[in-house]
């Protein structure tokens, strides 16, 4: 057994005392502060105060969510708008809007900034806690603009505000995380998979039930109370490849090239390639989606290892693999993978650090190939197929490194290790007796002890 003093590290999340009152202050005040300079700008942009491109992106509120909302007074789903393409869940978040005294569009960014808000504060919250960081609370201060003012108008950022919430509360709650996760499934479909990374026992048990419980109760009072909660799944079913998937590359290239003679149109809600060659691509991305999780299933089964950060490591690899082999990447889906991947880097062990890095840059590449240069996107010119390929690549390169590393992560069983308190005479500031463990300790640590697994920093 290996005896580890309280004052050193070892690569388990064994942690050390650390002196009172230590000053996270002025972190604090830095992080709000970006935090609002940041929505401030976001908010300018949206309203057209600040422009970035000639595109109106609040169009999708204005009119196509604000379109929505009519029908769904009426106590219906849009049953013959193909462009609804969400679960049902999505309904209360088109009619929130509605409870609110000044415009849609108005009271929807009013909504946004609640939620972002609220996100942060969690955020922050977590990092103030012993042995975690303050990086994933930056990494969400800077993610979240990289998408200009795309990022507050749609309701993505919503939604991952919930999964944000969901994540940090798992371990500690794993029935009301899965609540909130199974809330926001109902709502976009991937929240449900952050619990991919759930500990083994009783936390996945509970927070799996959970979340089936809140995504079978919810979508029962939305079918019995409105008409056509279910019709959106025909919907995805026939869609096509949207312009900006990874899949839509080699189209864009055969366009350039002249060998392609299908046609760019709005199909299903977004823009998409029509014609030869479509639906084997489309056949290869649902292969490529089930072949990822298939990969999901076999780490689950062969992980040895759950430290702290593993559950939220294994969410971000999850929804990784998800958006690189749909058919659709939309710009604000990257919000998502931001808001994952700060969750991540709350947690100092989190094997996920360089992919949040590549993430980012993913993210101002998304904003550059739209709104900046999506007309060049739409019509395969070699601008806006270049950033696009990179954009792309991007995100292929972070699920491939999300995935190897959180495989090697792991691998290995824990060494069995002792925290060891230091003699009180000894130590330079006041002690308190005892460690205030945290309380997302994993299940399956076994002999190593809670001391050995989620001691404070």
């Known amino acids: ?18 002196a009172p009152g230590r000053p996270a202050g002025g972190a604090l005040w830095g992080l709000a502060g970006g ?5 401030v700008l976001i908010v300018l942009m949206a309203v057209g105060v600040l422009r970035i491109s000639g595109m109106d992106v609040t169009a999708d509120v204005t009119v196509i969510y604000h379109g929505w909302y009519e029908v769904l007074q009426t106590g219906t789903f849009p049953l013959d708008d193909v462009t609804w393409q969400y679960p049902p869940g999505a309904a209360l978040v088109i009619l929130l809007p509605g409870l609110l005294p000044w415009s849609y569009l108005v009271s929807f960014f009013v909504i946004c ?26 990494v969400w201060v800077a993610g979240v603009p990289l998408l200009g003012p795309t ?19 798992l371990l500690r709650r794993p029935a009301i995380g899965g609540i909130l996760l199974g809330f926001g499934g109902l709502v976009k479909i991937w929240p449900v998979l952050a619990l991919a990374g759930t500990p083994r026992g009783r936390r996945t048990r509970r927070s799996w039930t959970a979340a089936a419980a809140t995504l079978g109760a919810l979508c029962f009072l ?20 949207e312009v900006e998937s990874v899949g839509a590359l080699p189209l864009h290239f055969a366009r350039l090239a002249g060998v392609w003679h299908g046609q760019v149109s709005m199909n299903y809600g977004s823009l998409e390639l029509l014609g030869p060659w479509v639906p084997l691509i489309s056949q290869l991305s649902v292969a490529a989606t089930a072949l990822g999780f298939g990969w999901l299933l076999l780490w689950r089964l062969r992980a040895r290892r759950w430290q702290p950060a593993t559950t939220y490591d294994a969410a971000l690899s999850a929804l990784l693999i998800f958006t690189v082999t749909s058919r659709v990447i939309s710009p604000q889906y ?72 959180l495989w090697r992560s792991t691998r290995g069983p824990d060494a069995e290790r002792t925290v060891v308190l230091p003699a009180l005479e000894r130590a330079g500031y006041p002690v308190r007796p005892g460690i205030a463990y945290e309380q997302d300790l994993l299940d399956g640590l076994g002999s190593t002890g809670a001391s050995a697994a989620g001691g404070p920093r």
């Open 35 to 39: 935090w609002l300079v940041t929505r």
């Open 151 to 169: 990022v507050y108008c749609r309701y993505d950022i919503l939604v991952t505000a919930v999964a944000v919430a969901g994540l940090l509360v």
């Open 334 to 405: 990257l919000v998502w993978l931001v808001g994952v991947a700060a969750v991540c880097l709350t947690v100092r062990g989190t094997s996920q650090k360089p992919v949040a890095v590549v993430i980012l840059v993913a993210t101002l590449f998304t904003t550059l190939e739209f709104p900046i240069l999506f007309g060049q996107v739409h019509n395969s010119q070699p601008w806006g197929v270049a950033v696009l390929t990179v954009r792309n690549l991007l995100l292929l390169t972070a699920t491939v490194v999300s995935c190897h590393r």
């Open 113 to 138: 900034g609640v939620l972002d808000a609220l996100a942060m504060a969690l955020l922050m919250r977590a990092g103030t806690r012993r042995g975690r960081s303050f990086t994933g609370a930056w």
């Open 222 to 241: 939305l079918a019995a109370g409105m008409n056509g909660a279910f019709e959106f799944l025909k919907f995805q079913r026939d869609r096509g490849i």
């Open 1 to 18: 057994m290996e005896l580890v003093p309280a004052g050193v590290t070892g690569n388990t999340g064994s942690t050390a005392l650390s």
